[in-house]
Structures are given as structure tokens and as C-alpha cells.
């Protein structure tokens, strides 16, 4: 008996079995996505719903089993997935066709799975757009949210947000495809709709009706039952009626026929009821659904209208369900599109003076309406980039890069529509060549893709105008530095350190204070060309130490070794201004304006010729107070353009060094351009080496002491790249004929010496 009884069950579990393994997944529950949040296996529910882990569809967050027994036995609602209460967005990126509209429903059930009794509160969005604030009062009853909204692009998200009380949280995460154009409303790329109320009238129980009765999974819940302020003030005289006669429902979103089977009537004439409408006051979109099921005599009529506190309007119309409906039996369904409507909604229906019977009601829907928030205007590009990514979970943070939160390695403007302007994925592994999709993003200030194995070339940021900071360094990137990084106007930081880079700077890059660094790239020179102005005027400097004869007896000898640091970095200092403004950045510094009259009285109209160099000639002066000076009138073709040469001038101007000529300041007029320094005794650098002058230097150790002190100097211009370092201490040593190698010195005094100083 007992066994009979075992294998019978069993044999009715296997054919259970049997049908829901036969049931094909996709064939059965077309644009159904039907997510158990935190579950770990795929399941049908008692319904036949066909439930998938979350898994695939959500980055991060933990999933967790409830601990309070809750009455609801399904499955799907044993396990959630939660994340941290950070100030980040958690997303489920769901796969749509776009242009069409869909529900969307999540549900929540808190079940204390965090075992902290704390009822969280957080909120909830669709795409860029915030959709509600979930707030759980109850550890045992789920809280629903649902949506109508028309897809707009491939993908659908829902996201987690702005934690206000412990960790959010989901139970299950439904997606169901329309067919129709029922919830069509005239603003669609605005507004989405979201569920306030979807009733059936004269339930027969309290179990809601879904599918498989509504072929799209609508929740029609039972008006029996009760819940706290929601269809209360229920009118005497209100009976249920049910039919088991077919319902004629033509179109695809009606409501399902056994919702339109059961209904209320006032049989005293009227139905009343309370409603409340959570986020109202608030525009709404709202139908009832009326069919006649009850078989009324030829001399009896059920003639209604709405009543609304508040809102005669709204009680114009007179509802004659069959007429209406050209029939008994038959679905008719008048609403409003657009009305507003107060957190507390109460309504009724009352027969017309002429009606034999009291009005009826089958059920009925309400939706607010909520405003699509326009993501931000870099969405549908970052969107290109991380699909690059399908495997890294940075790239997976789903929904808008902006709204209601930014991905967590994103920055955004704070405007209507934002804008990126910071990307930060410093040490991801990232692989590959940099996305072409970065150099679209105009808004973008700072960028950090340092510590990656990027590959391939530096791609063209021109178009990116507002870029201050470029962190590129530490990648495996090859190619030259694109000349056009030097004319991104606004550009403070450019890191290029220990890539494959090869070629030459561009000298634009040099033309303003931009931090550079791009050590640690074997094959990345200075450019010859373009440095050549900087390496004049360090020529200028060195000249000046050597042909004017700098004051190195007490000077250069007095003076101590110090230990000399290795700075990697390049800055060019120089403040990127209008033309207009360079006249005052100049004059702030401690540069000198001298006009052409002050310097011609100096240098009695360039009398005393004292020497030169390819790129002007040096002569002596006297200013009115006194003070000698060394003035180097610069070839016209030595500098081209007021602005490349006020920029030198700044650059000189905050050049101070003890080891360094002192220069005073400069003078542009009259197709002129003149710098002025301070004029040294004691003869030529060159005459006291060689021994035309009576101090003559014979001690290496001293000749070292000043090609040390020299770059010193130069170092000291913040002109500290090793590789410029290198080339300035070269500069220097070739004229003292020392080879420079980084900490250490080799003399070689065969190579260029004359033989009498061996
Ligand atoms: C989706 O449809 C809208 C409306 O036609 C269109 O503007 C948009 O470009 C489409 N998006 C995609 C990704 O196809
Ligand atoms: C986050 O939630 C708090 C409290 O619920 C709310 O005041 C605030 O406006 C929310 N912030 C955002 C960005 O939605
Ligand atoms: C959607 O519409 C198509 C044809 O228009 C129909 O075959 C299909 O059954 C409908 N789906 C649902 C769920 O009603
Ligand atoms: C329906 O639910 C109400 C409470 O909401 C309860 O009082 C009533 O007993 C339930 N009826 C049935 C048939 O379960
Ligand atoms: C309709 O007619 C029936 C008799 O055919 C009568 O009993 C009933 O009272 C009438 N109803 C009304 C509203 O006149
Ligand atoms: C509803 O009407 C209000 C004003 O009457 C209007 O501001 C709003 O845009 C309308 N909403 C929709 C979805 O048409
Ligand atoms: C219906 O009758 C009531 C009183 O019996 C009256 O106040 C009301 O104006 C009438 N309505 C119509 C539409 O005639
Ligand atoms: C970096 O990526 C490679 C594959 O591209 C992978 O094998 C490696 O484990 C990753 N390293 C880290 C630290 O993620
Ligand atoms: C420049 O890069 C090198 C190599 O990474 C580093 O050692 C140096 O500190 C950097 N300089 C600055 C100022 O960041």
C-alpha cells in the first residue's frame, strides 16, 4: 500500500519532470527574462515560469539565502543578491529590441539575510532614469516595483543606488515583451509608466492572476486583499458577481478573461473607494476595464459615471457598458491618458437618474508617470568602449556611465545631460591599443591609463580640448608621441614614462608649462630641431659663463659638491596665456622690459662688440644706474614670432641659479629682440682654461668642479629629464672636455685637449 503509493508519486512527479524538461525554454516564454536573484540553478516555479540565475546579467554584489521564513514557498524568493551601501550603481543589463515596449518588475524580500534586522531603504532606476525608492518596512512581505517603458536602445538596466539604510538588495528582476500598443502614450521618449495600482474587481480569492491567464505576466491583484490605506471606504451595498462565460477580449493587452469574468456592483446604486497612491501627487495614466456579465432583463439598463472629488470634468461622460462594448460580454475600457492625481484618490461610480441598475467595475489600472531622465551625452561612446571589454569587470558596471551614479573609474559633469571628463583605469590589465572611442569623449580633463599593457600607438586626442592630464605611463605603448598632444590647449600633464616610444618629442610640447615625463622610452629623443631654441639659450647661458668669463674665482671655487638629483621630469615653465597677457606675466616676473632707447644709451648704439654666436652678437652696456651689462642682440631668424619669444624670455626670467650669469631682462622693439644679462669680469671661461688670462685652471679636478657646477645650473632651470640632463652636462663638458656619464665623470683629455695641457 505504502510503496503503491510512493511510486505512483513518484511516477506523477517523473511525468512533472517529464513535461517541464519537454517545455523548450525559449519557445515557451518568448521575451520573458525571468531573473532569481542570488539563485545559483535554473527553475520552474508551481506556475510555470522558468527561472534563471542572475549571475550572467550583474557585476559584483553577493548572494545570500533569507533567514525569516517568509509564506511565499517559490524558489525564486529563497536567495538575494546584495551589494555594498557605497556611493556606487549596481546594474542588471537586460538584452532588448529597441522601439519596444516592455514591463519591467523587481521585487524585493528581505527576509533578514543580512541577519542585521535593519530594513533597507535605497534606491532603484531604469536606465539613467530614477525610478523609486525602495523602502522595506516588512522582513517578510516583497516589495513590488513595475514599469512600462519603451526600449530606446539595445539594452535595458536596472540599477541599485544611494544606500540610505543597509545594503540594497533584489529578490527577482522580470523583464516581459508587449505586443501591442494598449500602453502606448503620446510622449513616450519622456515618460515611462509605473505600476500604482492593477486591480481585479470581485476576485474570487486572494491569489493575484498572471500568467499562464496573462499571456504577458501582468499581477492583477485580488481586491480582497486588504492592505493598509489601499482600497479602503468600500461603498455598502457593493456585491461580487462572476461569470464562467466567455469574455470577448480582441485585443492582445486586454486584461486576461478571467479578470474580466469577476466584478463588482453597487447595488445600491454606487461604488466607492480610496486609494493610496504612493509618489502621488503625480500625473497618471489610468484605465478601468468594465465588461456586462450579468444577464439583464430587456427593460433593465446600467447606465454610470465617474465620480472624483474635486473633478466635475471628469463625471461628463455617462457609461453604458453594453452599448458601449456593442454587447454583453464584451470588453469596455475608457480611461484617461493624462491626469493629475493626489496621493489620496478616492473614487466612485454612480448610476444616472435613468438606470435600473448600479454601476459595475472589472478592473482597473493606474500608472504614473515618470519622467525619462536624459542619461549622459557620452552614453552611446562609453558604451562602444566597454563592449571591448566583455571579459573585465570595470567594463561591466552596466547602465548610463553617468546616472544616477558614476561607473566607479568615471567622472561626470553635473550638467542636465552629463559629461565624462575623468576616466581612471590605472593598473587593470588592460591589453590591447588604446580605444578609439577615448578620443571622441570632448568633454574629457583627465585621463589615467597608466600601469595597463597598452599597446599600438597613442591615437589623436585633438578632439578631446579640454584634456589637462594624460597618465599613459607604464605601458607597453609604441609609436611616436602624436605633435598634436602639444596643441591640446589646455594640456598640464602629459606621462609617457617607460613605454616603447620612439621618435622625438614634438617640440610643441615644450612651448608651455607642461609637465612631461617620458623617461624610461629608450628610443624617444628630444627633437634636435625643436630643442634648438632652449639649447641656445642654455648656450646663451653657458656662453655667458664661458665668453663672458664668469666670476669663478671665489664663484665656481667656493662653492661645494653637492649631491645631484636625478629628477625624471621636464617642465617647461611657462604659463600657456593670450599673446595680450604676456606683456603683464612678464613684467610679474623678474625679467625687465627694457625699451630700444634705454638699451641703445646703454650700448651707445651697440658700440663695444664683445662676441657672438650663430644666434646674435653680444655687446657691452652701461645702464643709466650704473650696473654693466651684456646685451645679445638676436638674429631676426633666431626667434620667430613675439610669442616664442616671450616664451624664452619667461623661461630665462625664472632661471636663478648662483652658478648661473644673472639675466636681467630683455627688449623687443622695432623688429628687435634683445636679451640683457648681467656682465662678468675676469675675462672668457675659454682664456682661463687655455691660460691667455693669469688664473689659469690647470687642475682637472677644478675643470670638473665647473662642468658639474654648470649643469648644476642648468638642472636647476628645471631642465632635470635625465636625458636632458645628460645633454646639457655634455654641452657643458664638451667645452671643458669631460665626457659626462650620469653620476660619474671620465675624464678624457686626449680626445680634445691640445696636447700642452695633458
Ligand atoms: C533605438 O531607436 C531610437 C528611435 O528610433 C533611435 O533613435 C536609436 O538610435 C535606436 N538605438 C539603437 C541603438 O538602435
Ligand atoms: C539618496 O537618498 C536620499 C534619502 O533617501 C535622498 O535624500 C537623496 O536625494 C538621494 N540621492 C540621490 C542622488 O538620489
Ligand atoms: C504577440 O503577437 C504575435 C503576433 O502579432 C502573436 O503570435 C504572439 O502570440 C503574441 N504574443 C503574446 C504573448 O501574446
Ligand atoms: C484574504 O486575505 C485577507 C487578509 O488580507 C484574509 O483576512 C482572508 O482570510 C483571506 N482570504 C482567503 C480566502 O484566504
Ligand atoms: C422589468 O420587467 C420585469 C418583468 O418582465 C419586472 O419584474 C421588473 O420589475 C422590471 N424591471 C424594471 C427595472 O422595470
Ligand atoms: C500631462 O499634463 C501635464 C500638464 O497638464 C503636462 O505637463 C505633462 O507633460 C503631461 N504628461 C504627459 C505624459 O503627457
Ligand atoms: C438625479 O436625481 C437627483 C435627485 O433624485 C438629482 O439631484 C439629480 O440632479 C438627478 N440627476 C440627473 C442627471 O438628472
Ligand atoms: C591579466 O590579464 C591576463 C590575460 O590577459 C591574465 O592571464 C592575468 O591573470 C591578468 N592578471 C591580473 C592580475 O588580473
Ligand atoms: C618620472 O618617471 C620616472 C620613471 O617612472 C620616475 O622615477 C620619476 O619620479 C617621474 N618624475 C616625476 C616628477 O613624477
Known amino acids: 500500500m505504502a510503496s503503491a503509493f510512493t511510486a505512483a508519486a513518484f511516477l506523477l512527479h517523473f511525468q512533472l519532470l517529464l513535461i517541464l524538461v519537454l517545455l523548450p525554454p525559449s519557445a515557451a516564454q518568448p521575451g520573458f527574462i525571468s531573473l532569481d536573484c542570488g539563485g545559483a540553478r535554473d527553475h520552474t516555479d508551481a506556475i510555470g515560469i522558468q527561472w534563471t540565475s542572475d549571475a550572467t546579467f550583474v557585476s559584483g554584489g553577493q548572494t545570500a539565502q533569507l533567514l525569516v521564513q517568509n509564506g511565499l514557498q517559490s524558489q525564486q524568493f529563497a536567495t538575494v543578491r546584495y551589494f555594498p551601501a557605497d556611493n556606487r550603481k549596481y546594474c542588471y543589463t537586460m538584452n532588448v529590441r529597441n522601439r519596444t515596449r516592455y514591463l519591467v518588475r523587481a521585487t524585493f524580500l528581505y527576509g533578514n539575510f543580512d541577519n542585521s534586522n535593519v530594513y533597507p531603504k535605497f534606491d532603484i532606476s531604469l536606465g539613467a532614469s530614477p525610478w523609486s525608492t525602495i523602502v522595506v518596512d516588512d522582513a517578510t512581505t516583497p516589495v513590488v516595483e513595475e514599469a512600462i517603458i519603451l526600449a530606446a536602445a ?127 501627487p503625480a500625473n497618471a495614466w489610468g484605465v478601468s476595464y468594465f465588461a ?78 515618470v519622467q525619462i ?13 566597454v563592449s571591448r571589454y566583455s571579459q573585465a569587470g570595470w567594463a561591466q558596471e552596466g547602465g548610463d556611465p553617468c546616472l544616477p551614479a558614476s561607473w566607479s573609474w568615471v567622472q561626470c559633469s553635473s550638467e542636465d ?66 605633435p598634436s598632444l602639444g596643441d591640446l590647449p589646455n594640456l598640464k600633464e602629459l606621462y609617457v614614462q617607460n613605454n616603447k616610444l620612439s621618435g622625438q618629442v614634438p617640440k610643441s610640447l615644450f ?37 663672458l668669463g664668469a666670476a669663478f674665482g671665489c664663484y665656481f671655487f667656493t662653492c661645494r659638491r653637492k649631491k645631484k638629483s636625478h629628477e625624471d621630469t621636464v617642465v617647461i615653465a611657462a604659463p600657456a596665456k593670450k599673446l595680450g597677457s604676456y606683456f603683464s606675466e612678464v613684467a610679474t616676473e623678474s625679467a625687465h622690459r627694457f625699451s630700444l632707447s634705454e638699451i641703445e ?130 654641452l657643458a663638458a664638451t667645452f671643458l672636455n669631460v665626457k659626462w656619464q650620469k653620476n660619474r665623470y671620465r675624464v678624457s683629455p686626449h680626445r680634445m685637449l691640445p696636447n700642452n695641457h695633458s
Open 373 to 385: 531622465t536624459m542619461g549622459s551625452q557620452d552614453a552611446s561612446i562609453m558604451a562602444s568602449m
Open 601 to 730: 644709451d646703454a650700448t651707445a648704439k651697440f658700440e663695444r662688440r664683445i662676441g657672438s654666436g650663430g644666434f646674435g652678437i653680444v655687446y657691452y652696456g652701461k645702464l643709466a644706474d650704473g650696473r654693466e651689462i651684456a646685451v645679445k642682440l638676436l638674429t631676426n631668424d633666431s626667434y620667430q614670432g613675439i610669442r616664442e619669444f616671450l616664451n624664452e624670455v619667461t623661461l630665462l626670467s625664472r632661471i636663478h641659479h648662483r652658478h648661473l650669469v644673472t639675466f636681467l631682462g630683455y627688449s623687443q622693439q622695432d623688429g628687435k629682440n634683445i636679451l640683457v644679462y648681467e656682465f662678468m669680469h675676469n675675462g672668457t671661461l675659454k682664456e682661463h682654461l687655455r691660460g691667455a688670462s693669469e688664473e689659469k685652471i690647470t687642475s682637472w679636478l677644478k675643470r670638473l668642479e665647473i662642468a658639474e657646477d654648470a649643469a648644476k645650473g642648468l638642472c636647476s632651470a628645471s631642465l632635470a629629464n635625465p636625458y636632458l640632463y645628460i645633454e646639457y652636462g655634455q
Open 154 to 280: 539595445p539594452t535595458l538596466s536596472v540599477c541599485l543606488s544611494n544606500a540610505s539604510t543597509g545594503q540594497p538588495f533584489i529578490s527577482t528582476l522580470e523583464l516581459r515583451q508587449f505586443n501591442g500598443s494598449l500602453y502606448y502614450t503620446t510622449d513616450e521618449t519622456r515618460f515611462f509608466l509605473a505600476l500604482s495600482a492593477r486591480i481585479n474587481f470581485g476576485a474570487e480569492s486572494n491569489d493575484s492572476i498572471r500568467y499562464p491567464d496573462d499571456p504577458f505576466d501582468r499581477i492583477w491583484e485580488s481586491d480582497s486583499v486588504r492592505r493598509a490605506n489601499y482600497l479602503v471606504d468600500v461603498a455598502p451595498g457593493t456585491a461580487r458577481i462572476s461569470t464562467t462565460k466567455p469574455i470577448f477580449v480582441s485585443i492582445n493587452e486586454e486584461p486576461p478573461e478571467k479578470v474580466m469574468q469577476t466584478a463588482v456592483v453597487g447595488q445600491d446604486g454606487y461604488l466607492n473607494y480610496r486609494l493610496d497612491l504612493e509618489g502621488f
Open 511 to 547: 612651448k608651455r608649462s607642461i609637465i612631461l615625463n617620458f623617461s624610461g622610452n629608450s628610443d624617444l629623443h628630444i627633437v634636435n630641431k625643436g630643442i634648438s631654441h632652449t639649447i641656445l639659450i642654455i648656450c646663451v647661458v653657458i656662453g655667458a659663463i664661458v665668453l
Open 417 to 482: 545631460a552629463p559629461r565624462v571628463f575623468s576616466i581612471t583605469l590605472s593598473g587593470k590589465n588592460i591589453t590591447g591599443s588604446i580605444p578609439v572611442e577615448l578620443t571622441k569623449l570632448s568633454a574629457l580633463v583627465e585621463l589615467r591609463l597608466d600601469g595597463n599593457s597598452f599597446s599600438g600607438q597613442i591615437p589623436d586626442f585633438s578632439a578631446c580640448h579640454n584634456l589637462q592630464y594624460i597618465h599613459l605611463e607604464n605601458n607597453q605603448l609604441t609609436g611616436e608621441l602624436p
Open 292 to 369: 456586462e456579465i450579468e444577464d439583464l432583463a430587456p427593460n433593465e439598463t446600467r447606465k454610470f459615471k465617474l465620480e472624483v472629488p474635486g473633478m466635475p470634468a471628469l463625471s461628463k461622460p455617462t457609461v453604458d457598458v453594453e452599448e458601449n462594448a456593442q454587447g454583453k460580454y464584451r470588453l469596455y475600457e475608457p480611461g484617461y491618458t493624462n491626469l493629475s492625481l493626489p496621493f489620496v484618490f478616492s473614487f466612485g461610480f454612480r448610476k444616472t437618474n435613468d438606470s435600473s441598475e448600479g454601476p459595475i467595475l472589472n478592473a482597473l489600472e493606474i500608472y504614473k508617470y
